[in-house]
């Protein structure tokens, strides 16, 4: 089984920051590429950042700028860095990895259970 498990969430004022982190763990042969989305009230699940097994970073363009994504591959975890936050932040924020994991034919999406932030005065 494999699991993602993120922390970081919380309230902070708008123009502050946030650091999200992302574990991910159990039976993993191979990551492809881990990302963070976001789901505000009442709206769809939108990619944030992304970042592939060989580096490469995307960006939403409402983040551009503000949120830097990172990870620690010996690790098995993601960051996301988030500056100048501002209230349209406002979210619950998941973690998703593309990988394969051991046991099974093809590599899959996997998710976490979401982190809240939340940027009001």
């Known amino acids: 089984q494999v699991q993602l498990v993120e922390s970081g969430g919380g309230l902070v004022q708008p123009g502050g920051s946030l650091r999200l982190s992302c574990a991910a763990s159990?039976?993993?042969?191979?990551?492809?590429?881990m990302g963070w989305y976001r789901q505000a009230p009442g709206k769809e699940r939108e990619l944030v950042a992304h970042i592939t097994s060989g580096g490469s970073t995307e960006y939403a363009d409402s983040v551009k700028g503000r949120f830097t994504i990172s990870r620690d591959s010996a690790k098995n975890t993601v960051f996301l860095e988030m500056n100048s936050l501002k209230p349209e932040d406002t979210a619950v924020y998941y973690c998703?990895?593309?990988?394969?994991?051991?046991?099974?034919?093809?590599?899959?999406?996997?998710w976490g259970k979401g982190t809240l932030v939340t940027v009001s005065s």
């Open positions: 998703n990895a593309n990988l394969w994991a051991l046991g099974t034919r093809y590599a899959g999406s996997y």
């Open positions: 159990g039976s993993i042969g191979s990551i492809n590429a």
